[in-house]
């Protein structure tokens, strides 16, 4: 499976974890098995992401007024070991 995005929504009594990735093969929908491969997949790009914002962070993208929406950019690299 590769990891293609994550999205976090987060609401007052929950986060929403939306994970788009590709895959060859898969369990069926509705698994604990298909569960788990989604989990250990988010889980993997989270922690990426921490790390990759221990580094250096650029804001490339910008808008809004009141309700504010940044993107931001840095570099993936991927954990050696």
């Known amino acids: 499976m590769t990891l293609q ?4 929504t987060f ?3 929950e986060l929403v974890v939306h994970c788009l990735y590709r895959s060859q093969d898969s369990p069926n929908p509705g698994t ?3 569960r788990r491969e989604v989990s250990d997949l988010a889980r ?3 922690t990426q992401a921490l790390e990759a914002l221990e580094g250096r ?3 490339v993208s910008t808008s809004g007024f009141t309700t504010r929406e940044d993107t931001i950019s840095t570099d993936a690299a991927r954990p050696t070991g």
């Not at 995005?5 to 976090?8: G, Q, S, W």
């Open 57 to 59: 962070v650029e804001v």
């Open 32 to 34: 604990k098995a298909r």
């Open 11 to 13: 609401k007052p009594d």
């Open 44 to 46: 993997e790009g989270l």
């Open 5 to 8: 995005r994550l999205i976090l």
